[in-house]
């Protein structure tokens, strides 16, 4: 492994991710084999998608975090759009938890800027500055870590002020996690939503290893060190207790949505989808959406109401 992609292996394997499977899957075809140095072979493919984030135009919200956000306040800006007493947040790309370590060229998203955006927000609210705001969504999913953070921020600044998340094309995974913490959800004719589940990918290095003539000898210091390290095939009770972390984490995952949704999808029935993603007419009839429609009428409309009332 090439130690200018060692800082992506570590973030992407053996660690809980709410990323849509197909997105993953697509990941490791383009960089795998860059990361891992030889081919990646991929066990269980469904079907990689190719998803090109900021298709919109939006750039990232990037690494603000608290410092960031005191410079914003400072200068008397608000780190996001504002049309019409309505700001504009991105959700787009890849989510992270922390700022820009896989690159812009990749697209992403911020969960340290979304609070930031978020908290500006809240301040401006109480100011009379800000009456509403829409989420601009496209994105695959991304980092566990972070995510229900940002996910509870949404939720509170839902029951402050009127909040739409308006789908310009996909809410999976991650994605949807937060753009179900808004009052309302619009999604497009086409788009897609849902993935409510978790993914952990392994990457096994031995066979390649093996074949190649290399043998890597790991010294421990109690037993459990360096479990699920890429060298050595990942044990039956390291698997079983991973499985089990990502099925907590899917049980949080969904009963989040119900409480964002609440009313319109139970966390039975959002476990029950087994983390399939829907088109825009399932997605509508499970309650992870409240109308199909066209993003910039959808905006339009929620400015008009929001300045009615």
């Not at 989808?273 to 992870?288: I, P």
């Amino acid at each position: 492994m090439s130690f200018a992609y060692g800082h992506i292996a570590q973030r992407l394997f053996d660690t809980p991710l709410m990323y849509d499977e197909r997105k993953a899957e697509a990941f490791l075809h383009g960089l795998g084999g860059r990361i891992a140095g030889n081919d990646v072979v991929i066990a269980n493919p469904v079907g990689a998608i190719d998803h090109v984030a900021f298709e919109t135009g939006r750039p990232s919200a990037g690494k603000l975090g608290d410092r960031t956000g005191r410079l914003y306040q400072a200068a008397g800006v608000l780190p996001f759009y504002v049309i019409d007493n309505v700001a504009i947040i991105p959700i787009e790309g890849s989510l992270v938890h922390k700022g820009g370590w896989v690159g812009s060229y990749s697209g992403q998203t911020s969960y340290q800027g979304l609070q930031t955006q978020i908290a500006a927000v809240r301040q401006a609210g109480r100011a009379g500055r800000i009456k509403g705001v829409a989420f601009e969504v496209d994105s695959f999913g991304g980092e566990v870590n972070g995510g229900f953070e940002t996910a509870a921020a949404i939720a509170e600044l839902s029951k402050e002020m009127p909040t739409i998340s308006i789908l310009t094309d996909y809410a999976y995974s991650a994605g949807y996690l937060l753009a179900s913490q808004a009052r309302q959800i619009i999604m497009p004719e086409f788009g897609g939503a849902g993935s409510i589940g978790v993914i952990i990918l392994h990457a096994d290095y031995s066979r390649a290893l093996d074949g190649a003539g290399i043998k890597v000898t790991i010294v421990r210091a109690g037993k459990k060190k360096a479990e699920g390290n890429p060298y050595e095939p990942l044990s039956e009770e390291l698997f079983a207790r991973w499985e089990q972390q990502a099925e907590t984490m899917r049980g949080k995952f969904a009963e989040v949505v119900a409480k964002g949704r609440r009313g319109k999808i139970t966390k039975a029935r959002a476990l029950a989808t087994e983390a399939d993603a829907f088109e825009a007419e399932d997605a509508l009839k499970l309650g992870l959406a409240d109308a199909i429609g066209d993003p910039t009428a959808a905006f339009d409309a929620f400015v008009k109401a929001v300045n009615r009332s």
